[in-house]
């Protein structure tokens, strides 16, 4: 089967072709020139760009995959959750195609395309990654932080979830603190390398051991406590240990729960995807917990599928088919708060 997948849920304009789980071609058009001038995203900014670029992605992705549109079986776009209006435009260009080519159409949850990124596979159809249930996903990106079972694709438990800010929005925002550009992450991710991470002392956020939420956002206020009547070139002396005390701070945090998550459920497989999941230090930490607990991790086989793309929602999509459920083009519509 040939998908065509379409991504516009914050501020990348995606467009993806997969035969099944292959990815032919994976277009992503960043806007990050375009919204870090203002220090995170402008909704409004947001949807002229993805309106702008939508077509000409689309398009680029069938050509760099060959295929023809009329060649594809199935139409897969993101509903939500995320931005209301940057959303309707990928759902309302995936409704035209729809109608001019008579194609089929399902409207793709975007954390369930987090989840399915750890299956997508190259033009070869590697890495073979066979499905192991129950698994337990760690969801870590701008918008959430989710601790999700899977009991078999389609059949979803969120046992945890942040209470306030997401993972990665407590990156960005302690980014842009210490002044540091957008989005903040890669940032973080790139001074902590040589900072020393135990240089500040931080709270351990919810640290009751039943309880799987997270909360980001205690984290960031007693950061902004510690440095906040420091002058300008004390923090600049320090940039590289401040950024690894606080990503040292969320990433303990995020694995605490994983953790306690592995302990209480007992999965038989480990899965961590959304865009903090690039980080090579979370990769390696998450890694030396799977190898602890003796379980299969799988994480994205390439970086950008761990950031938004609309590889992942394809395959979302794709399985969602075949479980039948598939949308009127009519009825299809945005839910900017879709829950798993
Ligand atoms: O999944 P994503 O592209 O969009 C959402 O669905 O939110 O995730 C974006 C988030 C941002 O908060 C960004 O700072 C974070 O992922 N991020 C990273 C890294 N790359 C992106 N965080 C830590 N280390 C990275 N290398
Ligand atoms: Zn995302």
Same mark, same amino acid.
């Given at each position: 089967?040939y998908?065509?997948g379409i991504e ?12 099944d789980?292959q990815?032919?071609s994976?277009?992503i058009?960043s806007?990050i020139d375009l919204?870090?001038v203002?220090?995170g995203?402008v909704p409004?900014?947001?949807?002229r760009?993805?309106q702008?670029?939508i077509l ?11 295929i ?11 509903k939500?959750p995320?931005?209301a209006?940057?959303?309707s ?5 995936a409704?035209?195609?729809v109608?001019?080519?008579?194609k089929?159409i399902?409207?793709?949850?975007h954390?369930e395309?987090? @989840?399915m990124?750890?299956? *997508?596979?190259n033009?070869?159809?590697k +890495?073979k990654?066979p499905? $192991?249930?129950?698994?337990? #996903?760690?969801?870590?990106s ?5 601790l ?5 694709i389609?059949?979803?438990?969120v ?7 997401a ?7 302690s ?8 989005p ?14 135990s240089?500040l ?13 997270y ?5 960031k ?12 070139n ?10 690894a005390?606080?990503q040292m701070?969320?990433?303990?945090t995020? @694995?605490?729960?994983?953790? *306690? ?5 007992q +999965?038989k497989?480990?899965l $961590?995807s959304?865009g903090? #999941? ?5 990769r ?5 917990l799977?190898k602890?607990?003796q379980?299969p ?20 999509g794709?399985y969602?088919?075949?479980r039948g459920?598939l949308?009127n083009?009519q ?7 879709a829950?798993?």
């Open positions: 089967m998908i065509l516009t849920s914050c501020d990348d304009t995606c467009a993806a072709v997969l035969k789980s990815i032919l994976n277009i058009s806007q919204h870090k203002w220090g995203v409004d900014i947001a949807k760009a993805h702008d670029r000409p992605v689309i398009d680029t992705a069938l050509k760099r995959a060959k023809n549109i009329k060649d594809i079986d199935l139409i897969a776009v993101t939500g995320g931005l209006i940057t959303l435009v990928g759902v309302n260009t409704k035209e195609i109608i001019k080519y008579h089929k399902v409207g793709v949850n954390i395309g987090h @989840l990124a750890n299956f *997508l596979t033009s070869q159809g +890495p990654r499905f $192991i249930f129950p698994a337990l #996903a760690l969801t870590v701008g918008g959430h932080t989710k999700i079972l899977i009991n078999k389609g059949n979803y438990k046992i945890g979830e942040t209470l306030d800010d993972a990665g929005e407590a990156l960005d925002k980014a842009k603190l210490l002044g540091l550009g957008y903040g992450g890669p940032v973080i991710e790139r001074l902590a390398q040589k900072g020393n991470s240089f002392k931080l709270p351990s956020p919810i640290a009751d051991k039943k309880i799987l939420d909360s980001f956002s205690g984290l206020t007693a950061f902004y406590y510690q440095i906040k009547d420091w002058p300008k004390k923090i600049n002396k320090h940039l590289s240990d401040l950024a005390s606080f701070a969320v990433f303990d995020l @694995l605490r729960k994983f953790t *306690l998550a592995i302990e209480k459920y +999965p497989c480990l $961590i959304g903090v #999941a690039a980080n090579l230090n979370l390696k930490r998450t890694r030396e799977a602890k607990y379980l991790l799988y994480l994205p086989f390439k970086k950008e599928l761990n950031t938004d793309n609309a590889a992942m929602i394809a395959l979302a794709y969602q088919s075949q459920d949308a083009p009825n299809l519509d945005v839910d900017s708060r829950e798993l």
